[in-house]
């Protein structure tokens, strides 16, 4: 029996930006046969794109807002209403166009089940599958059997695939005195040395010339596999929100979160040792500019309260002592953001102490809401044969 293979994006607007084309093609160059193509979106879909796709292979748009399908099917197989209404209904406002990471990969992960899908790709729309390599002239593009280098894996007993990027990181090239605060504070510490260096790496990850596999505990969205069976013993995707002025902020760290659970229920997860392209910034490959880019600026902002915004639950999930932790990594990050913001002469990252506060005053609703959605996904499991 053939195994059936589908790839999974979820993005705010189905365009001709993400790179879902580009998948595509490089599974049909190197003769892998995809069965479908999933996507959840948040906004409004380019038809001409949407086109595109479906002339090459069955295209399921799901939208965020009413995922018809998945509602349809679970009510056909009795998923209770409560149930249901968990894992479905938009955790937020759905207007505002942002949606929960952990629940948009869910939903292209409930409609892949429904769907008899064995394996699914997770890519994302700012990743493309080609390699960065370094070399005597610069920047080199080099391409690269995507699919090939997950299903190997696969096939010699890898229940989950992941991978690191080439491209810039998300800590931009930076030298101010203050990182070692900002970095504990958002528990980065790890990252000290690396971007205290910056300046002579300019934060860039090349694709190594060896490519070489290794057993991992780390997972990346964009650039993952999955057999779908053994989500049998693997718990949701999950990410939460917060508010802080009147603005919905997303909580990153979906994938963080469910790779620790992989690694701590002794599920087989393997680096497949390739880096796709990672354009952090939109602009490869324009060294990010801190100082002087808006848009660098901007993005690193949303990265921080992203960060911020995560690590009350998954120091939870770590089982930490929430309250000395949440007073030693304040303690840094106050003087870590007033170092950053003196460095930009950006005022705007003073302000991430306080969704830094109000993320952890939220932390028992977040251990809630994941209590909440695990026990809907286990119901959901059984109710689809997941085995």
Not at 127 to 134: D, Q
Not at 283 to 307: K, S, Y
Request: hydrophobic fraction near 35%.
């Amino acid at each position: 029996m053939s195994v059936k293979i589908a790839l999974g994006m979820i993005v705010r607007t189905l365009d001709a930006k993400t790179q879902l084309m580009s998948f595509i093609e490089n599974a049909e160059k190197y003769g892998h046969k995809l069965d479908c193509v999933i996507v959840a979106y948040t906004r409004q879909h380019d038809e001409k794109v949407e086109q595109e796709i479906r002339e090459k292979l069955p295209l399921y748009a799901v939208d965020i807002k009413n995922p018809e399908y998945c509602k349809t099917q679970m009510q056909k197989l009795n998923i209770p209403e409560a149930a249901m209404k968990t894992l479905l209904d938009c955790p937020v406002d759905p207007t505002s166009g942002l949606i929960p990471y952990g629940h948009n990969r869910m939903i292209v992960v409930m409609e892949a089940i429904l769907r008899d899908i064995d394996i699914l790709f997770f890519v994302d729309s700012d990743v493309s599958p080609i390699l960065l390599k370094n070399s005597p002239k610069g920047h080199i593009f080099e391409d690269v059997d995507f699919f090939k280098a997950h299903l190997d894996e696969m096939k010699k007993g890898a229940d989950v695939t992941s991978g690191e990027y080439s491209g810039y990181n998300i800590l931009p090239p930076a030298s101010f005195e203050g990182m070692e605060d900002f970095l504990i504070g958002v528990q980065k510490a790890e990252m000290l040395n690396y971007w205290q260096n910056s300046n002579t790496h300019q934060c860039i990850t090349y694709q190594p010339d060896e490519i070489t596999t290794k057993p991992c505990k780390k997972i990346l969205g964009g650039n993952l596999a999955i057999r779908l069976s053994a989500l049998k013993n693997l718990p949701p995707f999950f990410s939460s929100h917060y508010t802080y002025g009147g603005e919905l902020y997303l909580c990153r760290g979906e994938d963080t979160v469910l790779g620790y659970e992989i690694a701590a229920l002794g599920t087989k997860c393997t680096d497949v040792g390739i880096y796709p392209l990672h354009d952090t910034y939109d602009h490869f490959p324009e060294i990010p500019d801190l100082l002087n880019d808006e848009n660098v600026q901007t993005r690193f902002f949303f990265a921080c309260t992203g960060w911020v915004g995560r690590n009350p639950f998954y120091n939870h999930i770590l089982g930490k002592d929430l309250k000395a932790t949440r007073e030693y990594q304040r303690e840094h990050l106050d003087k870590g953001l007033k170092a950053l913001s003196e460095y930009t002469k950006n005022p705007r990252y003073l302000g991430v102490i306080k969704n830094f506060d109000i993320s952890w005053d939220n932390v028992d609703r977040y251990i809630k809401e994941f209590e909440t959605v695990s026990n809907a996904w286990e119901i959901f499991k059984k109710g689809a044969g997941i085995k």
